[in-house]
Every structure is written in C-alpha cells, then in structure tokens.
C-alpha cells in the first residue's frame, strides 16, 4: 500500500466505521436462497451458531468496517462473545489478554501487532472495542517460519519439534483441496511439486488455526466466537471444515464478495452461507490497485493470506 493510501486510510478509518453506515449496507445475499437479506436477518442467523466466520481482503476498509460492525452487534447479546484472530501468533496470547485487561499501553500492543502483521489503522477499531467490552482476543496463527518452510520445501520436511502444540496434525492434500485453492486464492501453479507445497502450507495454516479455535471452545464451550481470517482462509473448505473434522460445531460463513475468486453468479452454500456485494452507494467497492485479478500468482503462502 503506498504512503499517501496509509496517511488517507488512517484519517478515514473512523468515518469507514461508523456502525451507522455498516449496518445500513443494503446488499447482502443468502447463498442457501440466493436472495438478498436484511441485516437484522443476518444477526439472527449468525446467533442461533457458535461460530461466525468473516472473511477479509487484509487492507480493504470496508471488509473491517463490516467486521466490528457483527462483533458490535452479537456483543450486546446474552451470550459471552470471543474474536479469533488469524494476525496473531499464538505465543503472543499473554499480550492479548493483558491488552483486554487493560494493563497494557497502545504502543506496547501495536509494537506486537506490527511483529506479527500490518496495517494496524485498519484494525485498530476492532481491538479498541474488544478492550473496551472485555472481549477476549483469541491468537489463532503460527509461527511464519512455518508455513514459510512447509511453502518451500513441504510438510515431511518439519522435524518433530516444529510441530509442538500441533501433535497429530496430518496435511494430505487432495484433489478437491487443491480445486479449492486455485478458485479461492487464484493460485494454479505451473510447477506440480511447488504448488502441492503450497498447498500443504495453506492446509497447514487452516488446521492449525481451528485446532487452537477448537481448543478454546472445548475449554469455553459457553461463548461465540468471531474470527476473522483472509477471505481464503475462511471460505467453508478452509477452517471451518478442518474444525468439523475436530468437533461438530456450529458455525456460519460471511465473505466479501471478490471479483475474479468469489461473486454473486458463482458463490454456493458449498462455498459460504452470506455474501455481501460490492454494489450500490454504500457499497465498498475495491479499486483497480485492491482487485484480483483471476488467475493471478502468489510467490508465496505469505502473499496469499
């Protein structure tokens, strides 16, 4: 992102977020019925389930600004309510929860943010509201040098000690995983040994994510949790699917529509329960810099979040 779109995002974040505005969005579709649906709908779909899953493009504004709009909304509902977080790593989890107790300053969350991601105006909002409500921040992700090292040169290649915390995960990729992978992230891989690398790196990334998802619901099977991942990620064969195969949770799926990987003439219930659509005067429709282009390559499992 250049400086001058970093400067201007950081001026208009607070307007972009605005519940208002978020709330009002007048085009969100029902993949089940393939009809538009209101947002009052939308909540009460997303609080008959344990688990809500919204998907990102990581800079686009309006993605978050839908985001802390939901979690603002399911917060003020009887049941305790939790944010995943694919940003964070898990052993930066003490942070977190200092940050939400409020015995930590900003600098010191966003100096750890910044080890971990970037773009920290766009998501600041969300963390503000989290410790303003005592919302407990889940650090779902691990370690970079991981699916780094699984990208390059595969999975068999982690010895056992790279694997601590995730005894028992298994990444065999199928044929069905792989169809996944080139229509959600756009990635298709001229060389055959370098994309099922990739793939086992993103297999990686999902599993290991709903395993410490699972984890915290198994130990608090009382709240909701919210997470908030790349669009990829959350599509319903990413985690959620790797966290069906753990615990029979309940859960529903929202990604932003993204023209050239997901639309309103292609997305399924297969693919996700609501899709909200980039149309209309509240619309958030991407730029010509932000929009995929279909087909397009990732040089990395990093680039491909």
């Not at 779109?5 to 950081?10: D, G, P, Q, V």
């Not at 959600?184 to 040994?193: W, Y």
């Not at 990739?198 to 009382?222: G, I, S, V």
Request: hydrophobic share 40%; glycine share 6%; with cysteine.
């Amino acid at each position: 992102m250049r400086p001058c779109h970093i400067l201007l995002t950081a001026l208009f974040i607070p307007l972009l977020l605005s519940p208002t505005t978020a709330a009002a969005h007048p085009h969100l579709l029902a993949t089940a019925s393939g009809t538009e649906i209101s947002y009052q709908q939308l909540l009460t779909e997303l609080s008959a389930v344990q688990v809500v899953f919204i998907g990102e493009l990581h800079d686009h504004a309006g993605h978050h600004r839908m985001q802390y709009e939901i979690i603002r909304s399911l917060e003020q509902q009887q049941q305790p309510l939790a944010i995943g977080l694919e940003m964070i790593q898990i052993d930066d989890q003490p942070t977190l929860d200092a940050w939400v107790a409020g015995n930590l300053e900003e600098t010191d969350l966003v100096a750890m943010f910044n080890r971990n991601w970037s773009m920290w105006p766009l998501y600041r909002d969300i963390f503000v509201l989290a410790r303003e409500r005592r919302i407990p921040l889940l650090a779902l992700n691990i370690s970079r040098d991981i699916i780094r090292q699984v990208a390059k040169n595969g999975f068999a290649s982690l010895p056992p000690t790279r694997l601590e915390g995730l005894e028992g995960v298994t990444c065999t990729v199928d044929p069905a995983y792989e169809q996944f992978i080139r229509r959600a992230l756009g990635e298709h891989g001229h060389n055959p040994t370098s994309f099922r690398y990739f793939c086992e790196a993103q297999l990686l990334w999902d599993t290991a994510m709903a395993k410490h998802l699972n984890d915290f619901l198994t130990r608090q099977p009382d709240y909701r949790v919210v997470v908030l991942a790349g669009s990829g990620h959350s599509w319903k064969y990413g985690i959620p699917h790797q966290l069906t195969k753990l615990a029979p949770r309940t859960f529903r799926v929202l990604l932003p529509e993204v023209p050239g990987r997901i639309d309103r003439t292609r997305a399924s219930v297969a693919d996700t329960d609501f899709l909200w659509l980039d149309v209309g005067p509240q619309s958030w429709t991407l730029s010509p810099s932000q929009r995929p282009q279909a087909g397009e390559q990732k040089s990395s499992a990093a680039a491909a979040e």
